[in-house]
């Protein structure tokens, strides 16, 4: 329902305005009536009316003054303008305010309706365009959406809720209803042909794919709608069954459940946490977006020298060092680890052991 407001200093008029029409089967409500333009643009910036019918001549404050202010404060107003013989200067004079609906007064009855009906489809097809343009715009930022969760939750671990909930409206993830598929031993090599094989198996089993394929080292995750046990049978099954030219090991197939859509990404970011090199691939048109993990963020040191100080025994350590320090992280990225944990000392002011160094 579009909201309407009636502005007129005559009370007969205003009465008749709100009387002499079923506003209701036209799409609209009457929100509001007001005796002078100094009342209306007060109601106005309270009510925020779609429509506003008014008189030009009115003390205090006139219908072009009126129209004046209000569209300051909004411009999505739209403004019939009630005139009498003889006020054509000031019509011409609304026309800079975009107005475009001129009524003369006595007011027709069927010219009213027929002005609030275009007016009605008018908006109605501009809130159509609006929202084409708006998923276009999604649809456009969606692959910046989609690297931009996963790069604040790897670097914001303690305020994943907060980031999962901006983002979560904005990519249209639903609460509940989501799991995530990991496919092991997926050599990059034959990722082109693995991604074709997994469109073609979602395709089959009615699976839909809601994020793009997360691939770090070897291992690619796809998260999607629909979690039945037939469908994860079928997808396990399916990619088990997948062999490449040079493919040494099979498949191996894991699912990841969680309460809410929130949950099923903490575990998935968990996952891949310790990875430095994320891809971002889009299976149906191949799109990738590769991107750096921050191994050595000062927070990731912090945790890592509380890790080593809390070990109970000396024979931790090197577990500790080989999670993190994997085959696949570069050099560099293992000098910047080392140097941001044995030059800058924790809270507590302890140096790290000799021998972890």
Not at 145 to 165: R, S, T, W, Y
Not at 286 to 297: C, I, L, P, Q, S
């Amino acid at each position: 329902m579009l909201r309407l407001m009636i502005v007129d200093d005559e009370q007969i008029i205003r009465e008749a305005l709100s009387s002499m029409i079923d506003y209701t089967s036209l799409g609209y409500e009457v929100i509001a009536t007001a005796k002078n333009g100094m009342e209306a643009y007060d109601r106005i910036r309270d009510d925020y009316p779609d429509v506003v019918i008014t008189d030009i001549k009115m003390p205090i404050l006139n219908g072009l003054e009126l129209i004046e202010r209000a569209s300051r404060i909004d411009s999505r107003i739209t403004f019939i303008l009630l005139s009498g013989y003889g006020e054509f200067e000031y019509a011409k004079q609304a026309m800079k305010y975009g107005v475009r609906y001129y009524l003369l007064k006595p007011t027709d009855k069927q010219e009213l309706i027929n002005c609030l009906d275009t007016i009605r489809e008018e908006k109605k097809q501009k809130e159509v365009q609006q929202k084409a343009e708006q998923a276009l715009l999604l649809k456009d930022m969606q692959s910046p959406l989609e690297q931009g969760l996963l790069m604040e939750a790897l670097d914001q671990p303690d305020n994943f809720p907060q980031v999962f909930k901006k983002y979560q409206g904005l990519l249209s993830f639903p609460e509940k209803g989501l799991y995530a598929c990991i496919c092991s031993f997926v050599e990059e090599t034959y990722l082109k042909s693995f991604l074709k094989d997994i469109v073609r198996i979602l395709l089959s089993c009615g699976a839909e794919s809601v994020f793009p394929v997360i691939y770090v080292k070897n291992s690619a995750l796809f998260v999607l709608s629909s979690p039945t046990l037939a469908h994860q049978e079928t997808i396990r099954q399916s990619l088990e069954e997948l062999h490449y030219p040079q493919q040494c090991v099979t498949f191996e197939t894991s699912f990841l459940h969680g309460d809410t859509s929130e949950d099923l990404f903490a575990q998935i970011i968990s996952k891949i946490s310790r990875y430095e090199r994320i891809l971002l691939i889009r299976p149906e048109t191949g799109e990738t977006r590769d991107f750096h993990n921050n191994m050595a963020a000062p927070w990731r040191i912090s945790k890592l020298r509380e890790a080593f100080t809390a070990s109970p025994a000396e024979t931790d350590i090197p577990s500790l060092l080989d999670s993190v320090f994997t085959p696949s992280m570069t050099p560099d990225v293992a000098k910047n680890i080392a140097l941001g944990l044995f030059l800058n000392p924790d809270n507590s002011g302890q140096e790290p052991p000799l021998d972890i160094a």
